[in-house]
């Protein structure tokens, strides 16, 4: 009797589990917002020939253009197997942010598996690769101007990375790196590439990681880090020391953080998914200058269509906002519409 109880029980238990891995996500009523935003539908406007791949990195530089780093053809291999050749398309993408047309890309031949990308004052592109090791500093056209990390070769001492995530570039030209899968750390160089010092190691405490994957910076130049399995954002001044951190119970995996032009709001986007298998949607997120959460959409409710995976956004001088979806491979535009 008590051997069939237990099979009773563990084929419930599997059942509930196959349920609520079918189905979709409930969608809430989402927050009381402040702002609104509305999905700007056929944006962007992107040739007909051309294929996108998983737009893991975006950015928008002073010509209010937003800048992509896609994967192409290249998809995340399975047990993190990186895979060898580089990816032959371009992979660096400019585009209109008003029209959506493409402008231009470069990027073709140089990289196995990118991540993130940030936009520095003086426009150049910076960018990481997980499946090189290594974060790149680009000009605007694509000339390679400094290299960081050994091609191929991972390492947790300060000339390499394991799967470097993304990158912050300080107004004195002082370099963050989060690095980021293979390691739980924070790197500080100086502006010409010299190691400084580090932080950080895997755990759930103040100044402990788990996947640390997208950086900030605010005009006091604090690192606002998007420590993704931890569900939370911790800030740090340009020292490494602890501040203050956002989380909530409600919150998903957080992906990406980044602020306005005015810096009085800032933005992230989380992910939330059913044990790392079934991504079940993403949400927007639009804290004020209090840290509280002003408005809130995607999976919640404000926005209706299919489940996003947002791993990456950027605001324009606007205020829209921007976001990579890696699910559904594909780039959207949310509006913002009003102020109550």
């Known amino acids: 009797m008590i051997l069939k109880s237990t099979f009773f029980i563990i084929g419930v238990a599997g059942l509930f589990l196959i349920y609520y891995f079918l189905q979709p996500l409930k969608k809430g009523t989402g927050s009381d917002t402040t702002t609104k935003y509305e ?88 960018v990481t690769d997980v499946g090189l090791h290594q974060v790149f500093k680009f000009s605007h056209n694509g000339k390679l101007l400094l290299t960081l990390g050994k091609a191929k070769v991972s390492g947790n001492d300060s000339l390499h990375f394991n799967k470097p995530t993304d990158v912050a570039i300080a107004n004195d030209g002082s370099i963050f790196v989060s690095d980021g899968y293979g390691n739980s750390r924070v790197i500080k160089f100086s502006v010409n590439g010299k190691y400084l010092f580090e932080w950080g190691k895997k755990g759930e405490n103040e100044s402990e990681f788990n996947i640390p994957h997208a950086l900030s910076l605010d005009k006091k130049g604090n690192l606002y880090v998007a420590d993704r399995e931890n569900n939370r954002i911790q800030v740090f001044d340009p020292n490494g020391k602890f501040i203050r951190q956002f989380s909530s119970h409600s919150f998903g995996s957080i992906c990406s953080v980044t602020f306005n032009k005015t810096q009085s709001k800032m933005f992230a986007i989380d992910d939330v998914s059913f044990l790392k298998i079934k991504h079940r949607g993403s949400d927007v997120f639009v804290f004020d200058s209090t840290g509280k959460v002003q408005s809130r959409f995607g999976r919640s409710g404000s926005y209706t269509g299919a489940n996003s995976w947002y791993h990456d956004l950027t605001i324009d001088k606007d205020d829209n906002i921007y976001v990579g979806d890696i699910s559904g491979n594909k780039l959207q535009k949310f509006r913002k519409v009003s102020n109550q």
Request: proline content about 8%; hydrophobic content about 40%.
């Open 39 to 126: 999905l700007v539908k056929n944006w962007p406007d992107l040739p007909n020939e051309f294929i996108l791949g998983n737009p893991t990195g975006i950015c928008i530089d002073s010509n209010q253009q937003i800048v992509i780093f896609h994967r192409a053809e290249r998809e995340w291999p399975l047990l993190d197997k990186m895979p060898d050749s580089p990816i032959k398309a371009n992979t660096v993408l400019f585009i209109n942010c008003s029209s959506g047309k493409l402008i231009k890309s470069w990027g073709n031949h140089l990289f196995i598996m990118p991540h993130g990308l940030t936009v520095d004052h003086e426009n150049n592109i910076w």
